[in-house]
Structure formats: C-alpha cells, structure tokens
C-alpha cells in the first residue's frame, strides 16, 4: 500500500482583467454587459482536488483587483501549485501575470482554455512558465500531477526536464462522474447574470462537448459524454443545501436525447428541489410536453441559438435548422411560460449586407426575452477557421478574438467597419424599442433586478459606442 501522498496548497486562479471575460467551458469572450459567471474547469478541478489537497480560491476578476492587487493576494496564499482558465480572448495577458506569479511564488503552473486543446505545446513552447496544460479539465487525472508533476499524465501536457510530454487521453466512456464541485469556495455572491431570478447562482454542466457538427462552434471537437443523472442530483442536492437555488447548466446542447431529459426533469421536480434553472439548448430539441416537464423542474429560461435568419447561411454553417422550425420554439416558449434568449452570429459565412439586416429584423419578429449579437469569430478547431484561413480572411497566425469585439475576420464584400456597424445597430434596434423597455423594467419587480438592469444597460451602451478594436 502506497503512503498517502503530500498534501498541496492548490491555488485555483482566475487572472485579473480589465475586461470582464468569461473564459471557461473551452469558450471565450468579454462580457458585453456586466454579467459574469463561475469558471467552470475549476469548479470541476476543485471536486477533484479537495478531498487531498489544500485550496483556495482567487478569481481576481469577479473580485475587480488590479494587477498589483491580485499578485499580492495570490502570493499571500502561498501556493505550490497554480491552476487558472484561460481563453482565445485573454491568453497572452493571463500567461503574463501567471509568469510574474510564478516569478514571485515559485509556485508549478497548470492552464485550462479551449484554444489549448490545440495549441497549448506551441504554448508551452513559447512560455517556459508554463508547467502545464489541461486537456480534460473533468479528468480526475490532475491529481496525478498535482501530486507528481513530473511523470507524464494522460489527459495533460506536462513539461520536464525542458521537453514537453503529450502522452495522449483516455478513451471518452459514454457517461462519467465527478466528485462533488465545492462551489462554497467561490466568491459566489460576486456573480451575476442579466436573467437570474435569484442570488447568488452557479454552474452545474450535465454533458461535455456536443454531437452537432455546426462548422463555427469548437464543442464539436470535444468528445461528446453524459454525466450520469444520479451525479448530476448529488451536486443539486448539494447546492440547495449551501442556499443557493439559482442554477444554470453549462451544456452546449441541454438537450441531448428526450427521454433522458424527461428523467432529469421529473428527477429533480420529484426531490422537490425548490430551485430555478438556465440552459442552453436547440430550437429543434424541443417540444410541448417536454417543455412542460422541464417548466415543472424550475426552468425559466432557455438559451437558444438562431444564428441567422438566412436559410443558406444556415446551411452553409451546417446549422441544420429552419426560419419555420426557429418560430415554432421560440411560441411554445412563450406558452410554457420560459423565457428565452436568441443567440445570432453576425459575418458567418455567405453573410452580405441584406442577410445581416434580415437577422435584425427576424431578432425583433421573434422577440425573445434577450438577444446576444456576436460576431463569427475563427475558434481553434473548427471548420470555420479552416475556411478563413484557406481564403485568406485571416492569418494563419491570428490567436486572439473575441465574438463579442470587433471583428477579425473581413467577408467578401462586408468589411470588418460595415460588420461592426451592423452588430452595434442589432442591438440598438432590438433592446431600444419602447416596448421592449417598458417590459423589462415591469419585469424587474425589485430593487437589486432593477440595479442590475440599469448596470447591464449602461455597460451595452458602452459597448455599442465602440468603433475599434480594443
């Protein structure tokens, strides 16, 4: 029998910015408005860590430290071991301050970010103080290097003696578990999102990666898996148990199979779990009875991807949807009493002018709850990136952007300005109308929903006046 290893004083790291980014959950982008929420990977690192190590928790950007600040905290904590998130919109400023932190602590080194999955040895390779990289934030495997940094680890790249080891991953089982997440460690109530209905709020992901092939999104080179539900009802359990009843659930697609979101659903309604939830899903995953199952279990609100009003934009992202079917789900949202949110993205592919205005206009005939307006944006590991790269919309050596900033990319007859100008008049065009306001603000029924409302809308205001690059 092996002794037990050392115990290490892990610090999970959020870098400060700033610009409010959200990176987590292989994504990446800065926060239009002031919404910002738990990373997720170190939600997941934390369930696997607690029970051996020591840790502590300094998300330096729901904090609002500076740069001098949150150096001086993290060294405080005196770590021996750094774990932080990272992402395409902010790597290259987070590797330089957990540089410094290295510098100063001479603590080891681990990141978790997306664009790592398929960039991180070159990384590694341009930024020494870098120990490792995260390739499966969910592995119980960072344990392993946690505890003996030096051996190569499946699911990680590792560096010694100045090389960088890449042993490969584990076979991806159909369905997996994680030890509970210690949510309580987090700054929680630093947290927010424009359509809580409570406070404070977490995070609790049902599935990693998704089955969909839409060219533009980078889940679909992650591995599809499904967290078994008993799992997913210990965490939710357990989160009731901490006060918080504000959930929203981190799947790029929640709805991945019906019968099995049918069991979650009654599950949940079932335990009698006074909670209320969020989740993303597609338009073409729902249906009157299963909207009403998911209503009975606390769903308020589902986040739905549009995309574009143009059929053959549409299809030429392989977004296997129609205008008809996009309808059709956003009314039985209404009927069923859940509010939603319409994702577009702004310069896919196709895109001119006139299906840009069209999108605009098919924003306001839907009339969601919310609308996020991105811009289409060359994520590592997509198809999109490859088209961009091969017609020469991008460089092939273009590694920071951020879908809700400006442009990177330059379409055939829509300039990166003319795309700018279009995303800033989809939002002028869709949260200023005098109805759409008047209805916010009655739906604010109190003083801290409506300083939240007052907050988001002040920081997109702020956003739309941009007209260059940060």
């Known amino acids: 029998m ?15 910015s700033r610009i409010i980014y959200q990176n987590d959950n292989y994504c990446s982008f800065s ?51 750094v774990l932080f998130v990272t992402g395409y919109a902010s790597w290259k400023k987070d590797l330089a301050f957990v540089g ?73 089982a159909r369905e997996f578990e994680i030890p509970l997440p210690r949510h309580e460690l987090f700054p929680l109530r630093r947290y927010s999102l424009p359509y809580a209905r409570r406070f404070p709020f977490s995070r609790v992901m049902g599935s990693m990666g998704c089955p969909h092939r839409c060219a533009f999104c980078s889940h679909a080179s992650v591995p599809f898996r499904q967290r078994r539900i008993g799992n997913i009802m210990e965490e939710l359990r357990h989160l009731v148990s901490l006060g918080l009843r504000q959930v929203y659930f981190t799947d790029p697609t929640f709805v991945i199979g019906r019968d099995r979101t049918m069991t979650l ?15 993303n899903t597609r338009v073409d995953t729902l249906d009157r009875e299963l909207l009403g199952e998911m209503r009975r279990a606390g769903c308020h609100m589902l986040q739905l991807g549009v995309e574009s009003a143009s059929l053959r934009v549409l299809r030429r992202a392989e977004k296997r949807i129609e205008p008809d079917r996009i309808r059709d789900a956003f009314r039985m949202c209404r009927e069923a009493g ?21 999108t ?48 990177p990319i330059n379409l055939p007859g829509l300039p990166a300005e003319d795309l700018w100008r279009l995303r800033n008049r989809a939002n002028r065009a869709f949260y200023l109308r005098p109805r759409y306001l008047a209805r916010a603000v009655a739906r604010a029924r109190s003083p801290r929903r409506l300083l939240l409302l007052a907050r988001n809308g002040v920081s997109l205001l702020r956003n739309m006046r941009k007209r260059t690059p940060d």
């Open 2 to 16: 092996s002794p037990d290893p050392v115990r290490r004083k892990v610090l999970l790291l959020v870098p400060p």
């Open 31 to 81: 926060s239009k408005a002031s919404y910002y929420a738990p990373p997720l990977d170190l939600l997941v690192m934390s369930g696997h860590l607690h029970a051996r190590h020591d840790l502590a928790v300094l998300d330096a950007r729901a904090e609002r430290m500076g740069e001098g600040e949150a150096l001086a905290a993290a060294v405080r904590a005196a770590p021996s071991h």
């Open 100 to 172: 410094r932190l290295r510098e100063t602590a001479g603590c080891r080194t681990l990141a978790s970010g997306g664009f790592l999955l398929f960039h991180g040895a070159a990384v590694m390779e341009r930024y020494p103080a870098l120990d490792a990289v995260s390739l499966d934030f969910t592995s119980p495997l960072i344990e392993n290097w946690v505890s003996d940094g030096e051996q190569p680890v499946a699911d990680h790249l590792t560096r010694a003696g100045g090389a960088v080891l890449a042993p490969g991953r584990r076979p991806a």
């Open 265 to 279: 659903c009654r599950e949940v309604a079932g335990a009698g779990l006074d909670i209320s939830w969020s989740c």
């Open 338 to 358: 859940i509010q939603t949110m319409a994702y577009f993205i702004l310069g896919l592919p196709g895109d001119t002018r006139e299906s840009v205005m069209e």
């Open 360 to 407: 605009i206009a098919f924003s306001r005939e839907l009339d969601a709850d919310y609308a996020s307006f991105t811009i289409a944006t060359p994520d590592f590991g997509t198809r999109l990136r490859e088209e961009a790269i091969g017609k020469g919309w991008i460089g092939k050596d273009l590694d920071v952007f951020d879908s809700t900033g400006y442009p």
